[in-house]
């Protein structure tokens, strides 16, 4: 670099300063800013690849790894058919080179995923792939990390240790809430794992399933909490591949099509938000996709052998997270006679496929049809449980199709508590936001607007 010759000293050209040493970020912390950077330059919305460059690429490889000796240790040693208080209790940590991972509960939530019809050797092929995990970045407020199996199968999240303490404490009734309504839109919490890395911070994280899932043909993305502050979402441009998650304002003048599911859904939603409303909880979202469906899925859906896979699917006897023997399967079909005694006959089963197609409530066999042979006392009581015909799908819990539509629905975001700050804030709302619908509202009439938000928009 060139310079000017000092005053007074001719042709002389003084010594080049000497160059401060600079403390040297670490790699983490640079990566961190560029992408940081680019998601503020290029605003990013929608799904990525975690590869070598990105700022997760080393937490994500030791979330896989911790995962699957977890998973192992679940496949090595399942649980027992009747859960102690002190599986939901258990606590394992599990050494690994360069960090530990703890398993919370990890009993519990194997039998739970048991009873989803989702094996320990399925769930670790998904989980601990070679293939990378994909950040989910999205126009939501919260906090946290979401990453994504590479399958888009299950989402991992990042969770704060108030949020995870209350899960776990709420494990048991949570999961006694599936048995009694197995059909529930809740989302399906998995796991509850805590990775410590030496000189940094420990990270709780859950496992959970996609309720968009398969996403392939899925059009459009809504989170729906059912009032209009901050309810507005600016949409992708058209054709463009951003994944914008959309609120209850762009919803406005559409409707869920559901015709002869209609009540059945209404009425899940108030089961699930008055068990929510009992938790004390509030600012949950209903989770709702849709997708057009094409003519080959009607007729399939309606053929008399797709009945029956799917009658078997929402029969699911015996099924129970808590005091099941073998696990049920929503979700799984089961062996071709596993769910019917040989005694029943094929004509109560046709007359359950005639009954749903000619209504929205999934009604099985009565016991008086059933052959001499049949185990009657374990039937299940379906107009309690308000059971529903389910989809031959993958994802069979959280998909409802109407008739021209294939709609994703589930409830998430379980975890925040009425408490004194969120009292306060409802004040605060009240006086900035006077005669508007918005988030922070106690339990009983967040639970009561969401469900009238759902007899509102469906048909």
């Known amino acids: 670099?060139?310079?000017?010759?000092?005053?007074?000293?001719?042709?002389?050209?003084?010594?080049?300063?000497?160059?401060?040493?600079?403390?040297?970020?670490?790699?983490?912390?640079?990566?961190?800013?560029?992408?940081?950077?680019?998601?503020?330059?290029?605003?990013?919305?929608?799904?990525?690849?975690?590869?070598?460059?990105?700022?997760?690429?080393?937490?994500?490889?030791?979330?896989?790894?911790?995962?699957?000796?977890?998973?192992?240790?679940?496949?090595?040693?399942p649980p027992a058919n009747d859960l102690s208080d002190d599986d939901f209790r258990s606590e394992v940590t599990q050494d690994h080179k360069e960090f530990a991972l703890e398993t919370f509960a990890g009993p519990a939530f194997a039998s739970l995923r048991g009873s989803l019809g989702l094996t320990e050797e399925e769930y670790q092929q998904s989980l601990c792939s070679e293939n990378c995990y994909l950040q989910f970045i999205s126009n939501s407020k919260s906090k946290a990390d979401f990453f994504l199996t590479n399958d888009k199968r299950f989402f991992l999240k990042t969770q704060n240790k108030r949020e995870a303490k209350f899960l776990l404490a709420n494990l048991k009734i949570y999961m006694e809430h599936l048995r009694k309504f197995p059909h529930s839109l809740l989302v399906k919490f998995l796991g509850v794992h805590r990775i410590r890395i030496p000189h940094g911070r420990k990270k709780y994280f859950i496992v959970m399933q996609s309720?968009?899932?398969?996403?392939?043909?899925?059009?459009?993305?809504?989170?729906?909490?059912?009032?209009?502050?901050?309810?507005?979402?600016?949409?992708?441009?058209?054709?463009?591949?951003?994944?914008?998650?959309?609120?209850?304002?762009?919803?406005?003048?559409?409707?869920?099509?559901?015709?002869?599911?209609?009540?059945?859904?209404?009425?899940?939603?108030?089961?699930?938000?008055?068990?929510?409303?009992?938790?004390?909880?509030?600012?949950?979202?209903?989770?709702?996709?849709?997708?057009?469906?094409?003519?080959?899925?009607?007729?399939?859906?309606?053929?008399?052998?797709?009945?029956?896979?799917?009658?078997?699917?929402?029969?699911?006897?015996?099924?129970?997270?808590?005091?099941?023997?073998?696990?049920?399967?929503?979700?799984?079909?089961?062996?071709?006679?596993?769910?019917?005694?040989?005694?029943?006959?094929?004509?109560?089963?046709?007359?359950?496929?005639?009954?749903?197609?000619?209504?929205?409530?999934?009604?099985?066999?009565?016991?008086?049809?059933?052959?001499?042979?049949?185990?009657?006392?374990?039937?299940?009581?379906?107009?309690?449980?308000?059971?529903?015909?389910?989809?031959n799908l993958k994802n069979p819990l959280h998909v409802i199709d109407g008739p021209e539509q294939r709609y994703f629905i589930g409830i998430i975001d379980i975890f925040t508590v009425y408490g004194f700050k969120k009292r306060l804030e409802h004040l605060w709302k009240s006086l900035r936001y006077p005669g508007r619908s918005f988030s922070t509202v106690s339990p009983q009439a967040y639970c009561l607007r969401l469900c009238r938000w759902v007899q509102d928009h469906t048909k």
């Open 211 to 391: 309720v968009f899932y398969p996403d392939d043909r899925i059009s459009a993305r809504y989170d729906i909490k059912g009032c209009e502050v901050s309810r507005w979402t600016e949409p992708a441009p058209e054709g463009s591949q951003i994944i914008v998650v959309l609120k209850d304002l762009n919803f406005e003048g559409q409707f869920i099509n559901l015709e002869r599911q209609r009540s059945w859904l209404v009425q899940q939603v108030e089961i699930d938000t008055n068990f929510l409303q009992r938790l004390n909880v509030l600012d949950y979202s209903l989770l709702l996709a849709h997708q057009p469906l094409h003519r080959d899925e009607r007729n399939q859906n309606l053929s008399f052998a797709s009945l029956i896979v799917r009658t078997k699917k929402s029969v699911n006897p015996g099924s129970s997270p808590i005091h099941g023997s073998v696990a049920g399967v929503p979700g799984a079909v089961p062996d071709e006679d596993a769910t019917r005694p040989s005694s029943e006959p094929d004509l109560g089963l046709k007359s359950a496929l005639d009954r749903d197609a000619a209504g929205s409530s999934f009604s099985p066999p009565c016991p008086e049809h059933a052959g001499p042979g049949a185990d009657t006392p374990d039937i299940p009581d379906f107009k309690a449980q308000n059971r529903r015909l389910l989809p």
């Open 1 to 77: 670099m060139e310079t000017s010759a000092a005053p007074g000293m001719p042709g002389r050209q003084p010594p080049p300063p000497q160059p401060q040493p600079q403390p040297q970020p670490r790699s983490g912390t640079v990566k961190r800013r560029r992408w940081g950077g680019l998601r503020q330059q290029w605003k990013l919305l929608g799904l990525f690849e975690i590869d070598q460059q990105h700022e997760f690429y080393g937490l994500t490889c030791m979330m896989k790894e911790g995962l699957a000796a977890a998973i192992q240790t679940s496949i090595d040693h």
